[in-house]
């Protein structure tokens, strides 16, 4: 059974950092893409990043591109993360998805980040 | 950007009845073209992918079409565990966009 759950959502000021990771197990990790997706408090969904399954190549939507980065360890099958500089509006819960030609064919729980003072 | 537009916003249907959910691309997105259900305090959920392949376990009653920039969720005859909010995805090109939403409730 493919899982995915996420971790390391909480409150954070604004210009902090958080990390977010992203555990998957029940599919061979490093065959497939990952992505992050997110959702504001009742608001619609929002792409935030995707990764290769080798990590070679990686894309971001411009509000998180040079803020956000999106990594990952195969060997721990694990997908990462790493906000800096957080502002309101990435308030949101964020979401990791198992990516591929299938579209977004797994996706976590979710974990929520909320940036406030 | 291409921009997701999704119609309607809200709909209210008949257990039983065909309803059908439409989504416009701004732009040819070549048929890279998903669907997401999303029911309420869930992670959405992939019902089908390229415009019309049926992911796997999802019921036979949802069905996808479409071209270029006009796509379609259909579901055949509405049960009560359909409510939810449904999305589109265009993969076709970066940066990947999802639209509004379409939210279904039973009449």
């Known amino acids: 059974e493919v899982q995915l759950v996420e971790s390391g959502g909480g409150l954070v000021q604004p210009g902090r950092s958080l990390k977010l990771s992203c555990a998957a197990s029940g599919f061979t990790f490093s065959n497939y893409g990952m992505a992050w997706v997110r959702q504001a408090p009742t608001k619609g969904l929002e792409w935030v990043a995707t990764?290769?399954?080798?990590?070679?190549?990686?894309y971001y939507r411009d509000s998180v591109k040079g803020r956000f980065t999106i990594s990952r360890d195969n060997a721990k099958s694990t997908l990462y993360l790493q906000m800096d500089s957080l502002r309101s509006e990435d308030t949101a819960t964020y979401y990791c998805?198992?990516?591929?030609?299938?579209?977004?064919?797994?996706w976590g729980q979710g974990t929520l980040v909320t940036v406030s003072s | 950007d291409i921009q997701m537009t999704q119609s309607p916003s809200f709909l209210s249907a008949s257990v039983g009845e065909r309803v059908t959910l439409s989504c416009k691309a701004s732009q040819n997105i070549n048929k890279y073209l998903d669907w997401y259900q999303q029911k309420l305090g869930e992670a959405p959920k992939l019902l089908i992918y390229?415009?019309?392949n049926l992911h796997t376990g999802i019921p036979s009653r949802f069905s996808g079409s479409g071209s270029g920039t006009d796509y379609t969720l259909t579901i055949s005859s509405l049960q009560p565990e359909d409510v939810a909010t449904y999305f589109c995805l265009q993969r076709n090109s970066w940066p990947l966009t999802f639209g509004s939403g379409t939210k279904l409730e039973i009449k």
């Open positions: 998805a198992r990516a591929g030609y299938g579209g977004f064919a797994y």
């Open positions: 390229n415009t019309n």
């Open positions: 990764i290769s399954y080798d990590g070679s190549s990686t």
